[in-house]
């Protein structure tokens, strides 16, 4: 049995690394996350008017790009409609609840594609396939499923090139036929390479589906590796996480993660050659929060020092104490060192014990090491070498800074 080759499309999002998730609707403007309408039974008709209400003044897509490069995201995956059934998109007549139709009087994911585009991200669609707004979904599912099929052919045909649908929802009705041959391929008549995902939910994670499918989902999970063996396919994986409790924005949701997790969580996907799409909720009419932007702000000052490793690195076999790992660049000339608690070197008065310094083993490095260096400072670090084993004197953190993962990059001979 061997691993399928990878289509090049696939290995390019798994090159991606990075991405940044948006959860932003109607709902955004009641700020108690994307499932209010169903939690708490709200009458649709009355829902519905949060459309005459929907202005969007504050949206801007070009800063949202901004704050997505800057944070070492490299695509964007944005709600174009989630479970209310509201578009973000113009559905050219498939019904008026979309953005064109309010006050917003835009077309957002129009907006949202060429900010991408100027700032070499790559658009992706989240589109849901459950639907609470549109009856058919309930009385007539074959309908439903033309109604769903056809929006998706006019965000595949009227937007340019993009990265990938991203299917959620499937999971509401498992035992129906959603017809996803046909949906599938409409996608790929008009986007041949775009990444196609279907979330199979927080029973399923890591599930394989439909052979269209190019990545398995892990939602607010921790990635496991995936055995590639014998599959008819090479899949990428993912696994989303909400910056806090909810996708779409909880005022009153204070349990926002720390740039740690945050680092931590991206490091714990790349060791498995998972990528990482993390979560942001804007406000009632776009704004992003200053929270979210700053702990992405962080997690971008740590990408800019150690970014490198997080795209080029592939899981390789090579395990350290501890959650420590290593990873081979995709060209085979470098092995990264990730490296989880190390301590501050400084004076005993200032420094705290628990986390720690010093020689420590990789098992599983195959390859003659010529040098090793951390990657924020080009400092040199000593190493040894035999059986495999790779044991590298990590020295501390110097004084005045602290990362919650940091990263040795050791050159191959
Ligand atoms: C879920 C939820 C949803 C959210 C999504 C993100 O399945 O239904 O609200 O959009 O996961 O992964």
Known sequence: MSIPVAKQYILDFEQMGLGMFIHWGLYSQLG?????????????????????????????????????KAAGCKYITLT???????????????????APHTPAGRDLIREFVDACNK????????????????????EN?????????KSVETLCKNYGKIGGLWFDGNWSKP?????????????RKYQPEAMIINNTGLEHRGDVGNLEVDSVTFEQGKPTPMNREGMPKYLA?????????????????LCYKSPTELIQSLCDCRKVGANYLLNIGPEAQGKVNNYQKELLGLLGRWMELF?????????????????????????????YLF??????????NVTVDGKYSGAYAFGGVKDEIISVKWMDNDEELSFVQGDDMLAVNFTGQPYGKSYPVRVAKAVIK
Do not use: Q
């Not at 959603?178 to 409409?186: F, G, H, Q, R």
């Not at 994986?237 to 949701?253: P, Q, R, S």
């Open 80 to 98: 174009t409609r989630h479970h209310e059934g509201f578009s973000l998109y113009d559905t050219c007549g498939l019904n008026e609840f979309d």
């Open 339 to 348: 490296v989880y608690d190390l301590a501050i070197k400084g004076d005993d």
């Open 175 to 187: 035992d129906s036929d959603w017809k996803v041959d046909e949906l599938y391929a409409t996608i």
């Open 307 to 335: 970014g490198e490793a997080i795209y080029n690195g592939r899981p390789c076999g090579v395990g350290g104490i501890g959650n420590n790992f290593g990873l081979k660049s995709t060209d085979g000339k470098s092995l």
């Open 237 to 253: 994986a993912e696994m989303c996480h909400t910056l806090n409790d909810h996708w779409g924005i909880g005022y009153d949701d």
């Open 32 to 68: 108690r996350g994307e499932w209010v309408l169903f939690n708490e039974k709200l009458d649709i008709n009355e829902y519905k008017k949060l459309a005459d209400t929907f202005t969007a003044e504050d949206f801007d897509a070009e800063e949202i790009a901004r704050t997505a």
């Open 119 to 138: 700032y070499g991200l790559m658009p992706m669609f989240y589109h849901t396939t459950l639907d609470w707004y549109n009856k058919d979904f309930d």
């Open 141 to 149: 599912f074959d309908e439903y499923l033309e109604y769903l099929r």
